[in-house]
Structure formats: structure tokens, C-alpha cells
């Protein structure tokens, strides 16, 4: 079935440090998104992509819409403790239609103060 | 606005019983969805209502089930629950359109399951 691939699976970094992830696809998609997982809390969108070819940034984050259209970036730059968490990359679409989300596996994030 | 509602957050419950979650969007959102969340497959989608009206199911069993109430509320049930369906339940809305699909999704904090 439809699977996102991400990676890293995760990830352990000294405060301050930049973080990069990503996404891939073996199929196209229109839209990227990126979402952020607190502990105990449910997703929270970061960035949407809708181009491709688009980087968009949001504070010290940001994501480019591969231009193949089969992958996606996430960086984070100087990192913070808040940081820490699960980033999920998804796409509308997949088996399930397009109004549901594929999610990738996931990145978790610590950072050491 | 008050963001998305689940209730309960947590819920212990015997396999064999069944279990009803319950949803409150975000107020003026009409679509919901339910994703199922487990360490070992992740985020799966279950299903979407939207006007009252299931939109889109994904792969899970008829056990699985949902509606949606006039005033976009929200439940999904559960039947004859297995020790597998221990999951963490996301509920998210959107004020997406029947025939729109970017619109973001906003998520509730999601009620976890545990089945025994």
C-alpha cells in the first residue's frame, strides 16, 4: 500500500544544533504537510506545502515541496528544548482517498539543553 | 475558538465490551475525522463524516464504526473490542468543503484506548 518513508526515525541533539529530516514517496502528491506531535497531545500542523518547488518557512522551521513531487524537507534551525516531540510528514491521498492523510512513521526529536 | 474536544481522554476497557468515543469540533467546522494511533502502525485513518454523511472509510474492520450529529459532534464505537485496538483515538476537524481536501486538519488530544 501507500507508504510514506521517513527518516530519521530519530534523533538526539545538543540545544542550539539545526535539525534536518525528511520524506519520500514512491508516488507524486500536490501537498505536503508537516505536523508536530507533543507528548500527550494530538498533531499540530507546522507547514503546508502546495508547490512544487515551494520552501516556506514558519519561525525557525522550514520545508521545501521536493521538486519531483516525491519528497519533502523539514528543517529546524537552532533548536530549543520545546522542540522536542514527534514530526510526522503526510499527504492527502493514498488508498484511503484524498480526503484522508497518509502519515510517515515519524521523527522524535529530544534535545539536550 | 476552542480547538477540537475528545472525551474521555482515557479508557480501560475488557476485550469483548464495547466503547464509544466521543468528538467536538471546532466550532463552524463540519468536517470530522478519526485516526487510529499505535506504536506499531502509526497514524491510521478510520473514517470521515462530513454534514452527517461518512465521506471516506479506510481499512479497518466493521467493528469500526462512527456518525456524525446536525451540530457536527462526533462518535466512533467500537464493538466487541480486541487487545489490538489499544490505540490512542484522534479525532481532528476541518472547515474543509464536500468537495475540498487541503483544507489543515485540527486535532484533538485523543482519548487512549486500553483494552484487557
Known amino acids: 500500500g501507500q507508504q510514506l518513508n521517513q527518516s530519521p526515525q530519530s534523533m538526539f541533539i545538543q540545544e542550539g544544533e539545526d535539525v534536518s529530516m525528511n520524506c519520500t514517496s514512491s508516488?507524486?502528491?500536490?501537498?505536503w504537510l508537516w505536523y508536530k506531535q507533543d507528548p500527550g497531545e494530538g498533531p499540530v500542523l507546522l507547514i503546508a506545502l502546495y508547490k512544487a518547488g515551494e520552501l516556506t518557512s514558519n519561525g525557525r522551521l522550514t520545508a521545501q515541496f521536493g521538486t519531483t513531487r516525491k519528497d519533502s524537507f523539514l528543517n529546524i534551525s537552532a533548536s530549543i528544548p520545546s522542540d522536542v516531540g514527534i514530526y510526522f510528514c503526510a499527504v492527502p491521498g493514498g488508498e484511503t482517498g484524498r480526503r484522508a492523510l497518509t502519515f510517515g512513521s515519524g521523527t522524535r526529536l529530544q534535545v539536550q539543553p | 475558538k476552542a480547538g477540537v474536544t475528545q472525551t474521555p481522554r482515557y479508557l480501560i476497557k475488557t476485550r469483548g465490551q464495547q466503547v464509544t468515543l466521543s468528538c467536538s469540533p471546532i466550532s463552524g467546522h463540519r468536517s470530522v475525522s478519526w485516526y487510529q494511533q499505535t506504536p506499531g502502525q502509526g497514524l491510521q485513518f478510520l473514517f470521515e463524516y462530513f454534514s452527517e454523511t461518512q465521506r471516506n472509510k479506510g481499512n479497518f474492520p466493521g467493528r469500526f464504526s462512527g456518525r456524525q450529529f446536525s451540530n457536527s459532534r462526533s462518535e466512533m464505537n467500537v464493538s466487541t473490542l480486541e487487545l489490538g485496538d489499544s490505540a490512542l483515538y484522534l479525532c481532528a476537524s476541518s472547515d474543509r468543503l464536500r468537495t475540498d481536501y487541503n483544507s489543515p486538519l485540527h486535532f484533538g488530544n485523543g482519548t487512549r484506548l486500553t483494552v484487557t
Open positions: 508516488s507524486i502528491f500536490n501537498t
